[in-house]
């Protein structure tokens, strides 16, 4: 593996290679029309990053295939009103494992089961998942932001590609919004080598371990989780979760 142990900030475990670069991050400075997206890792980073470009570049494909994803949305933990986006903590589990296991660059997963347990825990890369899905969705009213689920991208994309383009201020006719749902649904994505990461070295992310557009579907989680520590999940969700509001529709 090519990654350092993870490194402790402020109490979130983040890769060595992000804290190298802590004052920059820490000194971030948005611009008034900057549009932060601001998803858990393995809650559809890529494809909101996708749907973003698509909208901003009026549904021209060929304008978005200037370069891979990742600088068309730089990192700021690796460079340089936010738009957080969530999916259900289980099928993150599960993408992230997955991630965890074809990725070098960070910690070895180990067995599901020990996952589970480093996840739970909120010892994974960035941190824990209930702190930010919490933290997004108390912030939701406060200032300009737009909270977007997973789970509904995926059942309507048409009317959540909608939300972000009234979000971005923009009005795109409908042909041109059927199009944008055309080209980022999870077939065109997994063919689509600027954001499947089938261009990063193979040192890097070894996509015969696992591709990055592995299954993109809702509910994954019951191939993975035992009866058993699905009823420890839930006991730790109830836990963690309580006194908010949120919900995950998690039934298509
Ligand atoms: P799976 O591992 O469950 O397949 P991120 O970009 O935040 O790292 O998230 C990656 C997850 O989002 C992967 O989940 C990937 O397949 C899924 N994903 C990416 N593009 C998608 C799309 N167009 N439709 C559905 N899921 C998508």
Known sequence: RLGRPLVEVAGVPLPASTVDNWSQIHNFEAKPDDLLI?????SGTTW??????MIEQDG???KCQRSIIQLRHPFIEWAQPPQPSARNA?????SYYHFQRMNKKLPDPGTWEEYFETFVNGKVAWGSWFDHVRGWWDMRDRYQ???LFYEDIKRDPKQEIQKVMQFMGKNLEEAVLDKIVQQTSF???KENPLVNRSTVPKSH???TVSSFMRKGTVGDWKNYFTVAQNERFEEIYREKMKGTSICFCLEL
């Not at 601001?38 to 393995?42: D, E, F, W």
Request: hydrophobic fraction near 45%; charged fraction near 35%; aromatic fraction near 8%.
């Open 38 to 42: 601001c998803t858990y890792p393995k």
């Open 48 to 53: 909101i990053q996708e749907i973003v470009d």
């Open 60 to 62: 021209d494909e060929m």
């Open 90 to 94: 289980k099928d993150c589990m599960v």
């Open 145 to 147: 932001v737009l909270f």
């Open 187 to 189: 077939e065109k994505m």
């Open 205 to 207: 992310m070894d996509l």
